[in-house]
């Protein structure tokens, strides 16, 4: 599970800094995009794809892969690069797996034009191994929990003992946007009803939209509406951090009773100057400027402006293993409905709004599920 060495840590750091690089040409060559999500979130998308997805880029539509929902789908380039770099095998409208990439350089550096594979937010069965069409906040989010409730369903009816078919598990990534539209309230809502304890949010939160700070028009405590859905919370501190991101999937794998929100604190355009933490870095280009000036400050992103490269991934080899393929011995086992919830690994605190991260975070920006007075004296 941890990254093994120094050799490997370079590999990874390599990895997500190519698919930021991707997303930040692609948006770049386009003259229109969103690079920031991207930039904050590859180490997220990385860390889920490489490490946890059960995921087969030579069958992009085996039956029993894990879904991977882009609820957020203006940071719609993450997916694609991942698409690409994993290289992941297209299937036509009957079906049929062929034998082309399903996202190629070409289509990433054609990024929002028309009839490229690459379209500004993902569409399903027209980009291979996008599963649902995203775009209206929220409604990926939705969406999943569909799809958590049909891996159940198909569970329930095609399983055998000691055969079990169907135990996908259905990540999604979300933004501020998402959480702030009541589609999600309602479908997070069904899903802790229902125990879909194969589901699996992963909040963005960077505290920023696209008018500006949250601040203007959301104030809620999220993870303290989640707990009260009926769901496990947890929470990762740094978005940067793959271990952490690491356990706190581990923490989703370990869970069988209720869904997972994993609320990870972010900063919008990490590492551009003047736009990092800004609507500025939501939806429009960096600017090549920023774009120079990101790759001289943070030295290990190969940037280029898009004028003299579109092609970062070829240009730095990256070895990015493939996904996990999922086979029998791979997968996780799902046990009866158990009711111990989890401890924060901290504070020892059932239910601690800060379970999964490093420290507990009393200082975090977000605010905490528990009133100080009833904290746990180390939260
Ligand atoms: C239902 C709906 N309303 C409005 C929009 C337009 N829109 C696209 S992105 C966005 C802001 C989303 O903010 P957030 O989810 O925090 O994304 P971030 O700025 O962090 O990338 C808005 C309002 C939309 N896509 N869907
Ligand atoms: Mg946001």
Redesign the pocket.
Known sequence: MKVANERDAELEKLAIDTIRTLAIDAVQAAGSG?P??PMAMAPVAYTLWQRFLRFDPSDSIWPNRDRFVLS????STPLYALLHLTGTKAVNPAYETLGEPTVSLDDLRRFRQLDSKCPGHPEYRWTSGVETTT?????GVATSVGMAIAGQWLAAHFNRPGYDLFDYDVYAL????????GVSSEAASLAGHLRLSNLCWIY?S?R????GH?ELAFSEDVATRFMSYGWNVTRVGDANDTEMLARAFGTFRDEHDRPTLIVVDSH?GWGAPNKQDT?GA??EPLGESVVRETGRRTPSFSFRTASTSTSSAASVRVGVPHATTGSPSSRRTRQPIRSSPSSCAACSAVSCPTVGTRTCRSSSPMRTAFPAATRPAKC
């Open positions: 969103h920031g999500t957020m789908g203006h940071a775009g209206p906040l929220g409604q979300a933004g501020d946007g998402c959480l702030m539209e963005d960077n920023i939209t696209i008018e949250t919008i609507s939501h939806g």
